[in-house]
């Protein structure tokens, strides 16, 4: 059962989104208020986060900040619930992490829509993942392409386990240092340059025009989702 974080302050709101998301099967818990939203996630590792942006006594843009700065959280995708709807707001909200962005008021089914596709993307209990003709086994550690096997280090590996299990999510170069290298590390932003170029020159057919791992100006890496195209079931 996939379980969704909910912070929302509007009390009608909350009651209604907890009704019809547990009727189609998930398992919701929330909070009305902004405090604690962080520690709350850490607590129940969401496989979503529905996020208020106006809160009584938060903003909803420095929750987002602080999930996707830290390293339990960044990977979980987030829909942001607001009532801001100008332009300007959307790309911010989408530019500081979030995967989704819906205007209030919306219509319920909507919403629960837009939380199955981002359900359908998540592949971090896969134990296969593929791409197109790129293809990892995370349980013999194991990378091919076009059905040959790739020769990666294990940092190149987990580099990449990461980036396709978190599909469509934007990632920075000191979050992906946290991931992948951990806390305790002697190594800088620049590090992540060289692997990414390093796994492109091995996955990619053309490394100065990649398909797989896609760059965002200004912010890091990201892996494309629309390539994705199958996952095994998990254990």
């Not at 607590?43 to 208020?52: G, T, Y």
């Not at 790309?91 to 919306?106: C, H, Q, R, S, T």
């Not at 999510?169 to 340059?193: C, K, N, P, Y």
Request: net charge neutral; with cysteine.
């Amino acid at each position: 059962m996939k379980k969704i974080v909910l912070i929302e302050d509007d009390a009608d709101l909350f009651s209604l989104l907890k009704y019809n998301l547990e009727k189609e099967g998930f398992a919701l818990v929330g909070s009305q208020t902004g405090k604690g939203a962080i520690d709350l996630c850490r607590r129940e590792k969401p496989d979503l986060i529905l996020l208020d942006i106006m809160l009584p006594d938060s903003d909803g843009l420095d929750i987002c900040k602080g999930i996707r700065n830290h390293p339990e959280l960044v990977g979980i995708p987030i829909i942001f619930l607001t009532a801001r709807a100008s332009e300007t707001d959307r790309i911010l909200g989408l530019e500081l992490g979030a995967n989704d962005y819906i205007v209030k008021p919306f219509f319920v089914r909507e919403l629960i829509a837009r939380v199955k596709v981002h359900f359908r993307g998540q592949q971090s209990g896969a134990k296969l993942l593929k791409a197109g003709e790129l293809e990892l086994d995370r349980t013999a550690c194991r990378v091919k392409l076009q059905n040959e096997d790739l020769q990666l280090t294990a940092t190149e590996f987990r580099l990449l386990e990461f980036l396709m299990t978190r599909p469509g999510v934007v990632f920075s170069r000191e979050q992906l240092l946290d991931a992948v290298w951990g806390h305790d590390r002697a190594v800088t932003d620049r590090t992540v340059d060289v692997y990414i170029l390093r796994l492109r020159q091995k996955i990619e057919a053309d490394a100065t025009a990649p398909i797989f791992i896609r760059s965002v100006r200004g912010f890091g890496y990201s892996f494309n989702e629309s390539v994705l195209t199958t996952m095994a079931a998990t254990a």
